[in-house]
């Protein structure tokens, strides 16, 4: 099909599914909401209101690999926070209540972020990831070899951009399915590489703090630590365990309290998401402390006063909700991230409750620092009153996909099975609509097809 011809397709698609929508009050349940104040901030003032400008500023990112946007206690309102610290540092900010991140893995939401791109430009499994990030190209026959580069290169990272206006750029990573080898160092003038199996939360922790105390004139500070990683799970240093040995069967790596997690068989489901959850809570207290340490020092160098800090996750983690005990599929668990922004120019809490997207963290940071010279992407600032240009709310994984439409969620799985969930009175997803509400879910579905195909036939090239 010719692309003007499924670019006319998909706009048709758009504008019949989104009849039911008519008007930024509708839902997709056919009912009507109150809107918030000026429709995106639970406060007195819209964002797009506020002079959040900052051309001299640092931008910090801090990316916790798998931080659950539930367990923070400044999203969640728990009154035994495992995050007092996070809490604390962040408790005059933006706080994005509900974010979602492009996919529940890794490496898709990771391209998606850094490039802002909707994780549907990056098509390549899972499996062909891994063996590409372990062992490079020469894993792969040449031309699959060589797409994969294509995809990979294909869109300006974050780093690419700020390095262009001005930034001496740095990545702090863990991992393989980030940093040099998914090719996203692209940009960095330093790009330090930090394995799994030897490198502590705490050691990462030792050297961002080396990074911020030299750190000179305008600096993009991107760290992607894998303390919560949940295979291997690491026990943090001095504490007691949390489990008995005859509940789980493990390798245990004394250096680094690292083990891997296999469940007795025995064991009921509920009894293995209480223990994942135990163990969870543990590392991130621990984590929490070490960010503190972080928190001190940027207040020590007075880094606060000329930086952007933001806190997120690429994504969550399953922990046996819905079943799931670890990651890549699109429930809540894995895809309903924290997205925090620290503002020097902020002096109280901002709540905005209005689903948005991950992927516009690069175009919101482009905003506040005045960078020039901006790629078109699939993501949109957030702190913009542009309230006809909001970006999709859609992601995927290898086996499934996702679109969100104010309160209600499609999932489709496998391309065959569907799970439709009113998120507003089921943010764990328990109570699958798709029987009840079967009309709901056609237009959902009709409306992520339309997306696909409007995004990637007005992908841009390489710049």
Same mark, same amino acid.
């Given at each position: 099909?010719?692309?003007?011809?499924?670019?006319?397709?998909?706009?048709? $698609?758009? =504008?019949?599914? #989104? /009849?039911?929508?008519?008007?930024?009050?509708?839902?997709?349940?056919?009912?009507?909401?109150?809107?918030?104040?000026?429709?995106?901030?639970?406060?007195?003032?819209?964002?797009?209101? /506020?002079?959040?400008?900052?051309?001299?500023?640092?931008?910090?990112?801090?990316?916790?690999?798998? /931080?659950?946007?539930?367990?923070?206690? #400044?999203?969640?309102?728990?009154?035994?926070?495992?995050?007092?610290?996070?809490?604390?540092?962040?408790?005059?900010?933006?706080?994005?209540?509900?974010?979602?991140?492009?996919?529940?893995?890794?490496?898709?939401?990771?391209?998606?972020?850094?490039? =802002?791109?909707? *994780? &549907?430009?990056?098509? *390549?499994?899972?499996?062909?990831?891994?063996?590409?990030?372990?062992?490079?190209?020469?894993?792969?026959?040449?031309?699959?070899?060589?797409?994969?580069?294509?995809?990979?290169?294909?869109?300006?990272?974050? =780093?690419?951009?700020?390095?262009?206006?001005?930034?001496?750029?740095?990545?702090?990573?863990?991992?393989?399915?980030?940093?040099?080898? $998914?090719? $996203?160092?692209?940009? &960095?003038?330093?790009?330090?590489?930090?394995?799994?199996?030897?490198?502590? +939360?705490? !050691?990462?922790?030792?050297?961002?703090?080396?990074?911020?105390?030299?750190?000179?004139?305008?600096?993009?500070?991107?760290?992607?630590?894998?303390?919560?990683?949940?295979?291997?799970?690491?026990?943090?240093?001095?504490?007691?365990?949390?489990?008995?040995?005859?509940?789980?069967?493990?390798?245990?790596?004394?250096? +680094?309290?690292? +083990?891997?997690?296999? &469940?007795?068989?025995?064991?009921?489901?509920?009894?293995?998401?209480?223990?994942?959850? $135990?163990? %969870?809570?543990?590392?991130?207290?621990?984590? !929490?402390?070490? #960010?503190?340490?972080? +928190?001190? #020092?940027?207040?020590?160098?007075?880094?606060?006063?000329?930086?952007?800090?933001?806190?997120? *996750?690429?994504?969550?983690?399953?922990?046996?909700?819905?079943?799931?005990?670890?990651?890549?599929?699109?429930?809540?668990?894995?895809?309903?991230?924290?997205?925090?922004? %620290?503002?020097?120019?902020?002096?109280?809490?901002?709540?905005?409750?209005?689903?948005? =997207?991950?992927?516009?963290?690069?175009?919101?940071?482009?905003?506040?620092?005045?960078?020039?010279?901006?790629?078109?992407?699939?993501?949109?600032?957030?702190?913009?009153? !542009?309230?006809?240009?909001?970006?999709?709310?859609?992601?995927?994984?290898?086996?499934?996909?996702?679109?969100?439409?104010?309160?209600?969620?499609?999932?489709?799985?496998?391309?065959?099975?569907?799970?439709?969930?009113?998120?507003?009175?089921?943010?764990?997803?328990?109570?699958?609509?798709?029987?009840?509400?079967?009309?709901?879910?056609?237009?959902?579905?009709?409306?992520?097809?339309?997306?696909?195909?409007?995004? /990637?036939?007005?992908?841009?090239?390489?710049?």
């Amino acid at each position: 099909m010719p692309a003007n011809a499924s670019l006319q397709m998909a706009a048709a $698609l758009i =504008a019949g599914a #989104l /009849l039911f929508v008519s008007g930024s009050s509708s839902r997709a349940d056919g009912g009507t909401d109150s809107p918030s104040v000026d429709g995106q901030v639970t406060g007195s003032e819209s964002l797009a209101a /506020l002079d959040l400008s900052c051309p001299n500023c640092n931008v910090i990112l801090l990316n916790i690999e798998l /931080l659950r946007a539930d367990h923070v206690g #400044l999203l969640s309102g728990s009154t035994d926070s495992a995050t007092p610290n996070i809490d604390s540092f962040f408790g005059r900010s933006i706080v994005f209540e509900q974010a979602s991140a492009p996919a529940g893995e890794s490496y898709r939401s990771n391209l998606a972020v850094q490039t =802002a791109m909707h *994780a &549907f430009h990056y098509d *390549a499994d899972q499996s062909v990831i891994d063996k590409f990030a372990k062992r490079g190209a020469k894993a792969l026959p040449p031309e699959e070899a060589r797409k994969m580069v294509a995809m990979l290169t294909r869109y300006p990272t974050m =780093a690419e951009v700020l390095k262009e206006n001005g930034y001496h750029t740095v990545s702090l990573n863990q991992g393989i399915r980030a940093g040099e080898r $998914l090719l $996203l160092d692209r940009g &960095f003038d330093q790009a330090i590489e930090w394995g799994r199996r030897n490198t502590s +939360f705490r !050691d990462t922790v030792a050297d961002l703090g080396k990074r911020l105390s030299t750190a000179d004139g305008k600096s993009f500070i991107l760290y992607r630590p894998e303390g919560l990683h949940p295979y291997p799970y690491y026990y943090p240093p001095d504490r007691p365990r949390v489990i008995q040995e005859n509940k789980i069967l493990y390798k245990y790596r004394p250096r +680094f309290g690292r +083990f891997n997690v296999t &469940f007795n068989v025995a064991l009921p489901q509920p009894e293995q998401r209480k223990i994942h959850r $135990l163990i %969870y809570r543990q590392q991130l207290k621990y984590i !929490d402390e070490e #960010l503190g340490k972080v +928190f001190g #020092l940027i207040k020590k160098e007075q880094l606060n006063r000329s930086s952007v800090i933001v806190l997120y *996750a690429n994504h969550g983690s399953g922990l046996g909700d819905n079943g799931v005990h670890r990651l890549a599929v699109s429930y809540q668990s894995c895809i309903h991230v924290p997205l925090i922004i %620290y503002h020097p120019k902020i002096t109280r809490q901002i709540r905005v409750s209005d689903p948005v =997207a991950l992927i516009d963290l690069a175009p919101t940071i482009y905003e506040i620092v005045g960078a020039s010279n901006i790629p078109q992407s699939d993501g949109h600032s957030l702190i913009r009153d !542009d309230s006809t240009n909001k970006t999709d709310l859609i992601g995927r994984n290898d086996i499934d996909e996702y679109i969100r439409m104010d309160n209600m969620k499609l999932i489709i799985k496998n391309a065959v099975q569907r799970e439709l969930y009113d998120l507003r009175v089921d943010p764990h997803e328990n109570d699958n609509l798709i029987d009840s509400l079967p009309s709901v879910a056609r237009r959902l579905e009709a409306i992520l097809l339309a997306r696909k195909i409007q995004l /990637l036939q007005n992908a841009p090239e390489r710049h």
